[in-house]
T-cell receptor, first 117, second 115 residues
């Protein structure tokens, strides 16, 4: 079955540290890739997405992610985190060739990031 | 209101109660979803509707009953729940299931506690 793995469940960083959150998915084929963020007490919101083209995707708030097809990975990065980046981050993937042909979105378990001032 | 709204935001109910969660999307989308978010577990897709028709029931117990009267509204009717059903229930919408990218937009969720 399709699955999405996020390697780190909890990450603790100091402000200005660099961030990289791992995301790997099973199966190849055509995929659409997403990172969502959930700030404390707020709803899930889209951070960035990859559909095609340049594998290095830039999102909001200085985040970027790189799609490496050969590694089935879509890691999230930020060169310098801020206290306001404290949130839970979810990687999500859809495979258009599965589940009766519709684009079903599969989520990873999430990574909880705490940034200390 | 813009985006996806959910009411109530918090709900506490006993195991014998009947309650309903409501979701409304103001994005002109045709697909709507219910997810369950529990601590330390991935988001679990529960139900999917496309143009008001249910297209997926992800082996959800019958004590959860969805209803989609139109493309803008989605309900989740709850009855005789168990304490393990306590979770955050998220509603989402997307343009439609067969859109090439099918980006989903989420509501704030209903925090459900079953006593």
């Amino acid at each position: 079955a399709q699955s999405v793995s996020q390697h780190n469940h909890h990450v603790i960083l100091s402000e200005a540290a660099s961030l990289e959150l791992g995301c790997n998915y099973s199966y190849g084929g055509t995929v659409n890739l997403f990172w969502y963020v959930q700030y404390p007490g707020q709803h899930l919101q889209l951070l960035l997405k990859y559909f095609s083209g340049d594998p290095l995707v830039k999102g909001i708030k200085g985040f970027e992610a790189e799609f490496i097809k050969s590694k089935f990975s879509f890691n999230l990065r930020k060169p310098s985190v801020q206290w306001s980046d404290t949130a839970e981050y979810f990687c999500a993937v859809n495979w258009s060739k599965f589940s009766g042909g519709y684009n079903k979105l599969i989520f990873g378990a999430g990574t909880r990031l705490a940034v200390h001032p | 209101e813009t985006g996806v709204t959910q009411t109530p935001r918090h709900l506490v109910m006993g195991m014998t109660n009947k309650k309903s969660l409501k979701c409304e999307q103001h994005l002109g989308h045709n697909a709507m979803y219910w997810y369950k978010q529990s601590a330390k577990k991935p988001l679990e897709l529960m139900f999917v509707y496309n143009f008001k028709e249910q297209t997926e029931n992800n082996s959800v117990p019958s004590r959860f009953s969805p209803e989609c009267p139109n493309s803008s509204h989605l309900f989740l009717h709850l009855h005789t729940l168990q304490p393990e059903d306590s979770a955050l229930y998220l509603c989402a919408s997307s343009q439609d299931l067969y859109h090439p990218y099918n980006e989903q937009f989420f509501g704030p969720g209903t925090r459900l506690t079953v006593l």
